[in-house]
């Protein structure tokens, strides 16, 4: 059953020069839980950016780095492709053409008469109604540790995962190129994810010690999938810039 205007409920931030729109579905959080494990830290998350609670100032402040300035270390293009195969080879990546993200984004260009599949991200408004797994859209993110920011696009609960999503729409020849690019700025949401929510109380709300988070990057034509454990391991391996 489509989400009404009721079951919503939205703040705005203006951050830098930016404005941001964070809604959250709580009938559909209440109805996939919100008493234990993740989705209770998760919903005390969000209780406390709906009341306004979170450190505004680092979202402008210079010495902090908009997730999305993050970028891969400059490499030939044979390199590029090689170390993309290796991640997909390892299984720290998987594609799935396929995957749920895609149809529903495909049914909603569709619904909109958006006959270029590309629209730009008001489209997540339609998750947000009509996708029972979707939780918020545009939730705000931050890392003292590493000095970063964020906004995360959707946030969805699939098969005990959180599933922290951004959409990079683009034609198809472009796909691999604008996914593989954007692993630094979508790992970087996971990992502050990870680090917030296991910053609640968590033996309380019965909770693991570490959040089961899974991060996507999805289009109109395809949706990579990777834990929250890619940050790490990109800037151990020496693979980031910009932070």
């Known amino acids: 059953m489509p989400a009404g205007s009721d079951d919503i409920v939205r703040r705005d931030f203006q951050h830098g020069k930016v404005a941001y729109a964070f809604q959250w579905n709580s009938s559909n959080h209440m109805r996939l839980g919100n008493q234990t494990g993740d989705l209770a830290s998760l919903w005390a998350h969000l209780k406390t950016i709906q009341s306004g609670r979170i450190p505004e100032s680092l979202f402008s402040d210079p010495m902090f780095t908009r997730a999305s300035r993050l970028r891969l270390v400059s490499m030939p293009q044979a390199k590029r492709v090689g170390f993309r195969k290796q991640l997909e080879r390892i299984g720290s990546i998987s594609t799935r053409v396929d995957d749920d993200l895609v149809l529903r984004l495909r049914e909603y260009h569709q619904n909109r008469n958006y006959p270029g599949y590309s629209a730009d991200h008001g489209i997540l408004q339609e998750f947000l109604f009509h996708d029972p797994q979707t939780i918020a859209i545009e939730v705000p993110v931050w890392s003292d540790s590493y000095s970063i920011t964020g906004h995360i696009d959707l946030i969805r609960y699939v098969d005990g995962f959180i599933q922290i999503c951004d959409y990079k729409p683009g034609p198809l ?71």
Request: charged letters at 15%; aromatic letters at 12%.
């Open 173 to 243: 020849e472009s796909t691999k190129r604008r996914f593989f690019d954007s692993l630094p700025q979508v790992s970087a949401y996971g990992e502050m994810m990870a680090h917030l929510l296991a910053g609640t109380l968590r033996s309380a709300l019965e909770a693991p010690l570490l959040p089961q988070i899974r991060c996507s990057i999805f289009d109109t034509h395809s949706c990579w999938h990777f834990g929250a454990e890619l940050f790490v391991q990109l800037q151990t391996m020496g693979y980031l810039q910009n932070i």
